[in-house]
């Protein structure tokens, strides 16, 4: 048997090589702890072993039983989710289920009642919640609007938008600028464009009624007019174009409301970070926007779900909707996890000023007006 130049046959381990052959070789012996020393260093891992596997048995780590971790662990959401009664200023007049598996957006159609689009379907609805046409997509749709006269459809893909008559028959594709980056979350219609909020690019874009691009809102176009990006962290990125010709676009890291005129010029932002009914609170918010016919905005949040009025210059007014209105499909929990994530909440305002609000959970339009309303 040969021997390796590495070990010292006489002791069968191997011999200590250094890098620096005039150094000395470590051969100080291995020392063993015999007797009261071994009992007690051993006494010792078997402790700290049973307290760390104490402590993992006390974490759920799945989150579906209670823990008994004491309570300075526990995030309380009650401070959060709890609301003043007198700031609540709407009712819930009706509900209309919706026959799909996945609610994604609502619009309201101009000449009366609303329409809602998920799974792979568009389905329409008269004012009572009657289903009056059902539409089948080749894919999922994210989101819906009307042309004016309501004849026109614009309904919003991953990355592209088709526009439908009013017979449903499929009359021209968008998708000029969209690339496989892009995730389409929210279309907008005022006078002959179409807005088409890029959740994917961060960047709003600008078609004419032929599906021609005229004009991106992106980093590139904030930057040269010294604004910050468009920051958005998920799916959720909505733009409005209201009656008064000015383009409104959340953006959700932001926290805010950005408005801009139609060819893109800033002209101001509002809203604030901040747990307080008053604020937007979470990673991203708000995820919906519309606007009632006296000019004041509606929101709707998601983390915490609640839906909320603020006047024509941004500032708080009141809640149409507490997150204690969701709470029966445990839509107010805080998310933490993607298994827990529920549905997110769209909102729309029909003719007659009513609030719509597309609730997932539940999969049903719930409809509310001011509690001043007869």
Request: glycine share 8%; hydrophobic share 40%; aromatic share 8%.
């Amino acid at each position: 048997m040969t021997n390796s130049p590495m070990s010292d046959p006489r002791h069968d381990r191997p011999t200590p090589v250094s890098s620096n052959s005039d150094a000395p070789a470590d051969v100080t012996p291995i020392q063993v702890m015999t007797g009261s020393k071994s009992a007690i260093f051993w006494a010792g891992v078997v402790f700290i072993a049973g307290v760390a596997l104490f402590a993992v048995i006390q974490v759920d780590s799945w989150g579906e039983r209670a823990n008994r971790l004491p309570s300075r662990f526990s995030l309380d959401t009650s401070e959060l989710t709890s609301v003043d009664a007198a700031q609540v200023a709407y009712k819930e007049i009706a509900a209309y289920p919706v026959e799909m598996e996945t609610l994604r957006a609502v619009a309201a159609i101009p000449d009366g009642g609303f329409a809602v689009v998920g799974d792979v379907e568009i389905q329409r609805f008269d004012e009572s919640g009657r289903k009056t046409q059902q539409i089948t997509t080749d894919s999922p749709p994210t989101c819906i609007a009307f042309a004016l006269d309501a004849n026109l459809i614009y309904v919003g893909f991953a990355a592209a938008v088709h526009c439908y008559d009013a017979g449903g028959e499929r009359r021209a594709v968008f998708n000029e600028g969209l690339n496989e980056d892009s995730m389409i979350t929210s279309l907008a219609v005022f006078e002959d464009n179409v807005f088409v909020a890029d959740a994917g690019q961060r960047a709003v874009l600008k078609f004419d009624s032929e599906g021609e691009l005229l004009l991106k809102i992106d980093e590139e176009k904030k930057v040269e007019q010294g604004l910050r990006s468009f920051v958005v962290p998920s799916a959720h990125f909505d733009v409005l174009a209201a009656d008064d010709g000015v383009l409104r676009v959340v953006n959700p890291g932001a926290r805010s409301i950005e408005a801009f005129t139609l060819e893109g010029d800033a002209l101001g932002a509002w809203g604030e970070t901040s747990s307080a009914i008053e604020g937007f609170f979470g990673c991203c918010n708000p995820v919906a926007l519309s606007m009632l016919p006296d000019g004041r905005f509606v929101t709707a949040e998601k983390g915490i779900p609640r839906v909320k009025i603020y006047d024509s210059n941004g500032t708080f007014e009141s809640i149409v909707a507490p997150p204690a209105a969701f709470t029966n499909e445990s839509t107010a929990k805080i998310e933490i996890r993607d298994s827990q994530r529920n549905g997110v909440l769209d909102v729309a305002v029909d003719r007659d000023g009513r609030i719509l609000v597309l609730d997932p959970n539940r999969q049903t339009i719930r409809v509310f007006i001011e509690n001043s309303h007869e």
